[in-house]
């Protein structure tokens, strides 16, 4: 071989040359003492070039003035062990089900078969319908782009179809299972749908994520589904763990054994009102892995005319638009269910609850779905299954209802955190600590187009006594009377004190107002008002 | 790299502390680069500052499928220049102020005594821009050629002919002035 030229050696040095034309420079120099002092000089140019570049270095504190800025994620894993449930309100638009996730696990047939709904993440009901023999292991998978997604076991259940599933690498790995699912009518986003044997469409359906699990589950609720014999669970995926794909499986499912073990009691509307609320009850349905309750709240008619009184009121102050209706008032209850002893084996939300006692004893999942009226919602509710046959009763514990107010109170942004506002409302004590704006990234698709977002966020902490209405959503205006709709940053945190009521800290965050202007007035435009039931109200459920 | 998953772990837990890892094995390369394409010390430091805030926002949407360094160098470079771009600051394409580039004159920067550093940064300071991105991504933030492209948006060949071209040129000047790399190129 001929001695290469400066420039080609250049490359090699840079790793720019194809495989071929490498290794014949690398044989070359190893007998060409001339080429090999250019190569090394080129290696001690490109060490130059990074050790030079490299230098000039940011102050050691440079770390904490970024760290400064920064707010801290939050905790993104859901607990396994028992944990104040919310109560969801569903809208219209979207049905998303709330899985609640139970507390016991007894190591059981359950668990020596092993998968997912052997598991402490799957919760009572499902473990009781595998150990019924209600579990059928399909193993079915499909795989696009080196991802793999398996579907492993489904439990079957008149009131729902449970499928657990993996995610997993090429090299069979499993890997994170959240599936981030869009609407069922959405384009491009990741869908699960069932389909009853008429092709009719069901698409509730709930998942469940437990960070750091090999399974994630999801569930399609046949709530509120007449006779459905066959269901197809398809999966349509374009997404999962990070790569774009397209994962599409069907899953089929036969209900028909597992209708003849259901049994629906009518409860023939039986109804009642207090403080406002009435409730109508439809039906409790005994089944292998749930029990399940329907029925429905709303306002009573005085009530309503006085809702839709006030809303109109803070419509005309506010503004039409940000007093959106749809979901801010609703209604719903509190009570529990005894067995022939008088002994109380559910009970759904206490109000009086706090982290330490789970306010939902024997709940598997609750989601409420927002009808025609205002503040009628249709509930939906489920427990972990009684495993002797009892006589169970239902006793209405309380009310509540959201509702409007028409209180506020006037803020100077400015000088908040020289002298900061305390208020009282109805037993919240607060005080608004400060005011401050904030920058937030937003990435768009395509990585270089990048928006700032300012965000415009208030502090307030104080406490609530243990009965008093629980604040609910502000608007804000400032000196021009222009309105501003605000999102609650965060959540309200709660934690009993020592008088039985309840501390609180909460921020709102607002991404509409620019400009901070001297003065602001916060609305509150709702509360969730609690009222006990004195004369105990009772409906058996048999 | 599994060091660097336990970090982001910690983080997206809501360690935030543990980000400081991250930015201090990153801080330096990344200065360095924005350094250059900027030619400004205080608006380099503000856009790196601004870079890690954008990085730390974001940390939760890295896939794990490509190295992290190639990640965060999208990212925050990315951010710097659109940044850069974008308003605040005028580059200058070629005809550059030595002063400037030389006495940088920040107490956080080290200045460049060495006779041979002061020229290397001058005639990096000559590149187009292209070229000198792609110079400063390999020897700085030491990523291979297919995270360049990535970076860049420029094809992968691209980016090979520019490095291999940038240097070139950078020799033919040393050449014709003397100095350096003139010692390196002679006899060839």
């Known amino acids: 071989m001929n001695c290469p030229k400066a420039d080609k050696l250049s490359q090699y040095v840079d790793n720019l040359l194809i495989e071929k034309e490498h290794a014949e420079i690398q044989t070359h120099i190893k007998s060409c003492e001339g080429c090999m002092r250019v190569v090394e000089a080129f290696k001690e140019e490109q060490q130059f070039i990074k050790e030079t570049l490299q230098t000039p270095t940011l102050p050691d504190d440079f770390a904490s003035i970024v760290l400064e800025h920064l707010e801290p994620y939050e905790q993104k894993s859901i607990p396994k062990r028992s944990k104040p449930w919310?109560?969801?309100?569903?809208?219209?638009?979207?049905?998303?089900?709330?899985?609640?996730?139970?507390?016991?696990?007894?190591?059981?047939?359950?668990?020596?078969?092993?998968?997912?709904?052997?598991?402490?993440q799957a919760d009572e009901g499902l473990r009781i319908a595998m150990e019924e023999g209600l579990v059928e292991r399909v193993n079915l998978e499909v795989t696009d782009n080196g991802m793999t997604l398996k579907v492993e076991d489904v439990v079957i259940d008149s009131s729902r179809v449970g499928l657990s599933f993996q995610v997993l690498n090429k090299d069979g790995k499993p890997l994170d299972t959240k599936l981030n699912l869009g609407l069922a009518d959405s384009e491009n986003e990741n869908k699960i749908i069932g389909f009853d044997q008429n092709g009719k469409e069901i698409n509730r359906v709930g998942t469940g994520w437990w960070e750091g699990s090999d399974y994630g589950f999801a569930e399609i609720s046949l709530r509120e589904q007449e006779a459905i014999e066959k269901l197809t669970v398809k999966f349509d995926l374009v997404e999962?763990?990070?790569?774009?794909?397209?994962?599409?499986?069907e899953v089929p499912v036969d209900l028909k054994k597992m209708n003849k073990?259901?049994?629906?009691?009518?409860?023939?509307?039986?109804?009642?009102?207090?403080?406002?609320?009435?409730v109508n009850m439809e039906q409790v349905q005994f089944s292998a892995s749930s029990t399940e309750l329907l029925y429905e709240t709303s306002f009573t008619k005085e009530e309503s005319i006085k809702v839709n009184e006030d809303i109109?009121?803070?419509?005309k102050e506010l503004g039409e638009g940000i007093i959106n209706d749809n979901g801010k008032y609703d209604t719903s209850i509190q009570y529990h269910i005894e067995n022939e002893d008088k002994k109380v084996i559910y009970y759904h939300n206490n109000y009086l609850a706090d982290e330490a006692d789970s306010n939902n004893l024997g709940m598997l999942q609750s989601s409420g779905k927002g009808m025609e009226q205002l503040g009628q919602v249709a509930w939906n509710e489920s427990f972990v299954p009684q495993k002797d046959k009892t006589k169970l009763t239902l006793v209405l514990d309380g009310v509540y209802k959201k509702v409007p107010t028409d209180f506020s109170i006037k803020i100077k942004p400015k000088e908040l955190n020289k002298a900061p506002v305390s208020f009282e409302y109805e037993g919240n004590f607060i005080t608004i600590k400060k005011t401050k704006k904030q920058s937030e990234f937003s990435l768009r698709k395509s990585l270089i187009p990048v928006e700032k977002e300012d965000i415009f966020k208030i502090e307030m902490e104080g406490s609530r006594d243990a009965l008093a209405p629980e604040l609910g959503e502000w608007v804000l205006t400032d000196d021009k009377g222009k309105s501003y709709a605000t999102l609650l940053d965060g959540s309200y945190l709660y934690k009993k004190d020592k008088s039985d009521g309840y501390e609180l800290t909460m921020g709102l965050k607002s991404y509409d107002l620019k400009e901070v202007p001297d003065e602001l007035t916060l609305h509150l435009i709702s509360v969730t008002r609690f009222e006990e039931v004195k004369d105990k109200w009772i409906v058996p459920l048999y | 790299m599994e060091e660097e998953l336990r970090w982001i772990k910690e983080i997206l837990l809501g360690n935030k502390q543990a980000y400081a890892h991250i930015i201090n094995k990153y801080?330096?390369?990344?200065f360095g680069t924005i350094l250059r394409m900027t030619k400004n010390p205080h608006d380099a430091q503000d856009l790196v500052q601004e870079a890690f805030i954008k990085v730390y926002d974001q940390l939760d949407k890295y896939d794990k499928k490509g190295s992290f360094s190639g990640w965060l160098y999208r990212v925050a470079i990315n951010h710097c220049m659109d940044e850069f771009r974008k308003k605040r600051?005028?580059?200058?394409?070629?005809?550059?102020?030595?002063?400037?580039?030389?006495?940088?004159?920040?107490?956080?920067v080290i200045y460049l005594k060495n006779e041979k550093?002061?020229?290397?940064?001058?005639?990096i300071a000559t590149l187009p821009k292209d070229e000198?991105?792609?110079?400063?991504?390999?020897?700085?933030?030491?990523?291979?050629?297919?995270?360049?492209s990535e970076l860049v948006e420029v094809p992968l060949s691209d980016v090979r002919n520019k490095l291999h071209r940038a240097k070139k040129k950078m020799r033919d000047t040393v050449k014709q002035e003397g100095g350096y790399f003139y010692e390196l190129s002679e006899g060839r």
């Open chain 2, 89 to 108: 600051y005028k580059m200058k394409q070629v005809e550059i102020d030595e002063e400037k580039v030389v006495h940088v004159n920040h107490p956080e």
């Open chain 1, 312 to 315: 109109k009121k803070l419509k």
């Open chain 2, 117 to 123: 550093s002061r020229q290397l940064e001058r005639l």
């Open chain 2, 27 to 30: 801080k330096n390369p990344l």
């Open chain 1, 261 to 278: 073990l259901t049994t629906t009691i009518p409860l023939n509307d039986d109804k009642t009102s207090s403080f406002g609320v009435a």
């Open chain 1, 240 to 249: 999962l763990n990070g790569v774009s794909g397209n994962w599409q499986l």
């Open chain 1, 86 to 120: 919310k109560r969801i309100l569903l809208t219209a638009a979207g049905i998303v089900l709330a899985l609640g996730i139970t507390a016991t696990f007894s190591p059981s047939f359950a668990q020596l078969i092993g998968g997912f709904f052997g598991s402490e």
């Open chain 2, 132 to 148: 000198r991105m792609i110079i400063l991504l390999r020897y700085v933030n030491e990523l291979s050629y297919s995270e360049i």
